[in-house]
């Protein structure tokens, strides 16, 4: 097939960065795929099953690396980029390395970052040995292995943590991470499914299921497993002499504080900007959403395009979404660079260099 | 007299105190009174977000905002930047300018805390200190504070204070200059408008219930009832 000239940059190799890798590949175009790590792939390759209907994702990782059988872009690992420099009305992408491309155009898809559940001191993430994460959480549930707590013994109870660095002004982040309530509804059900037993609980302050399926699920996890909801933020968890953790909160629909003690305490901690996306989006002029977040040029009818022509954004590194969602998001992307460069075809015909350590 | 919620919006605390609850209850989650009394101000604060009039009047003539020991544990939780300390602070105040206090047994308490806590600031120039609390209105002392009250002056020597002493130092005379100053503070600031309407509302109460009440001190009837009555339906 026609390749045409025109390069494109990707940076940040996720579903985001590959799904629209894949589709500009498919469209004839060149496409260099910038990725940090050492293997593409992103968070999906911490996670194990997907909400909500548990699918490996291995499966959606699999559907990423098939998208390249035609025209398949140049994908680069180890590659770190620091800095987007608009350069004779192209971009120039500068890597830690010192290695330096020419883009016609990019698009950043440099994903989230977990919030520091840390911060939330209350929680004794890091201070209480059986306080983890959902990420905590996934990572074990990937390995296959019996549930199990810092002393090896099965846990009877499980409580669950909403908002964990999301909606909350004290923790600096007053945006909704999107997908934790569907994560808590996931995660839940799968600790039931291997721990029929044990009693789990969700804390939270609202429920937002607000995707295909998620209400579906939501009523399965109380429903089928038995997994109990109580309406209220945590205001702090301490450790019991036998490592068990006391957790207060209020139940706001009885108006009763309670405490609970738990065996296992899962935060979900919402999702914040990886510090990296703001030095690249400040280098290349980009603006920034109140939560830091990188700036689509309008929040209804261009989301994908940003302040700086031919700069594009993508999937997590411009607001919280699913997997589901960042795929969608990553294919209009590449529909609006594909106009753009359309209309920029003609305005210049310089050659495009990739040059090395310079 | 205007709306009760317009009122409370002209209290800087109530204006910086709530600022649209989400109702999450993290308040009452690390509120230590919470754990005692029937006490809750996440509902608090829904009550008076409701800006129902009938409703806010039932608080405020009610004990239930005399529970909060104002501690302001609320205040480090809240994902709202809320404060529901000052919004118990500013509901107080209008109980206190409106009277209603005296409706409840908790907020009889404003007399007794008027008395004692409030004239002991402008004689001595402390809230409390060893002189003030007497082994037969503070049982809660344990028997030791006995020993300790007829002995004062040696212990607090012992223990290094310069009581009762001119100069600096832990429990020290308050200079004659700085109860001056104290007394315009009040002036100035309003507190002895204050303290007249809780004497005239709860000598109102006093007459009303048919208890004697003193214009001054702590040696009267009405004094000794606020003082210790306990309907037993605070907690529990």
Redesign the interface.
Known sequence: MAINSQHIVIIGGGPAGLEAASCLGTAGYRVTVLEKEKQTGGKLLIWDKLFPEFRNSDKVLNHLSNGFKTNPPQILTNAEVVSVIPENGQHRINLRDGQAFQADTVLITTGFKLYNAEKKEEYGYQIYENVITSFDLEKQLKTGNPIRIEAGLTPRRIAFIHCVGSRDIKSGNIYCSRTCCITGVKQAIEIKRRLSDAEVFNFYMDLRMFGQNFEELYIEAQQKWGVTFIRGRVSEIAENKDNSLQLKAEDTLSGRPIKMSFDLVVLLAGMVPEPRTVEIGKSAGLEFTSGNFLAGLDSHISQNETNTPGIFIAGTCREPLSVAETLTDARAATVKMISWLRENETSHKKPLIKRDND | MGKLYDRLNQDIRFIEGLNGC??????????PA??FYHY?P??ICATVQSKDEKMIEALIRSETIWYCGECMSCK??????NTPGFVIMALRKLSQELGYFTDSEKGRQQFAIKRAIGGNILRTGYCVNPDIVSPQMHPEQGPVWDWISMNTPEIMKKMGSNYKQAGVGGMRAIAPEVLEELDRIFEVTGCYTLFDTIEKHSKHKANELGIEISDEGIGNEYFMTVYTENNGSHNG
């Open positions: 989400l109702n999450c209850g993290v308040c009452t989650a690390i509120c919470a754990e809750d996440r509902v480090t939780r809240c994902p709202r930047n």
